[in-house]
């Protein structure tokens, strides 16, 4: 099975050469280009019809302009932002732009080749540092309490996965009961044993981990506000 190609787009030699080390030590995935410019990463994309490409379309050279082409020329390829933290409206424009994917050029390692695997396979990846500052700046929060986000990993069974899944999308617990064949006394377990594993207090922080986590798309619980 051939390697997945990526295409690192970042005007930063420091920044090209930390995501270079880091994709080297991974199995399965191959630096194809590197891009300096817009121009420049739309022409190698071009060439080179990447699995992935990682932009910093905050560095110089790029913008979110960057985001919006690649994605009306080249629809199937993935997105993944590495930038320096922004305001939650630079992020959402780049949300609503086209990134798949989206964490903080100081995250680590790790983290980093989280964010890459995930991409590659289709499921965006957010680190929790990003989808609190969208919160505090571009969603009503006022009557949610704030949740502490980590990108640690949770351990769900199958059954609170799916429970996950329904609360996320907006079923009632009653509803959630009669799709899973499930007593309402059962789904209510499940919820407060959801909620416990994931340090949350309410639904609210459910639905961020679920957009985080990538069960649900940010698209329906991001940008149903004012600010649309």
Do not use: W
């Amino acid at each position: 099975m051939s390697n997945k190609s990526i295409i690192i787009a970042d005007s930063s030699t420091v920044g090209r050469l930390g995501l270079n080390a880091i994709i080297s030590r991974m199995d399965g995935f191959d630096v194809v280009g590197e891009a300096e410019d817009s121009d420049e990463a739309l022409a190698l994309i071009e060439e080179k019809s990447p699995t992935l490409v990682i932009v910093d379309f905050l560095s110089d050279g790029f913008g979110v302009d960057t985001v919006v082409a690649i994605r009306r020329s080249f629809p199937k390829v993935l997105l993944l932002a590495i930038t320096p933290l922004q305001s939650g409206s630079t992020l959402i424009s780049a949300l609503r732009a086209g990134i798949d994917s989206y964490i903080k050029k100081s995250c680590d390692m790790l983290e980093v080749m989280d964010a890459i695997i995930s991409t590659s396979e289709g499921t965006s990846f957010y680190c929790g540092k990003i989808l609190t500052k969208i919160r505090e700046e571009s969603i009503d929060i006022s009557d949610l309490e704030v949740v502490d986000l980590s990108c640690d990993a949770v351990g769900l069974s199958k059954r609170e996965k799916e429970v996950l899944s329904l609360i996320s999308e907006g079923y009632t617990n009653t509803k959630i009961a009669d799709i899973l064949f499930l007593s309402s006394h059962t789904v209510t377990t499940h919820r407060k044993n959801i909620m416990f594993k994931l340090g949350v207090k309410n639904t609210a922080g459910i639905v961020m981990y679920a957009v985080k986590s990538g069960i649900v798309s940010p698209n329906k619980f991001l940008f149903h506000t004012d600010n649309q």
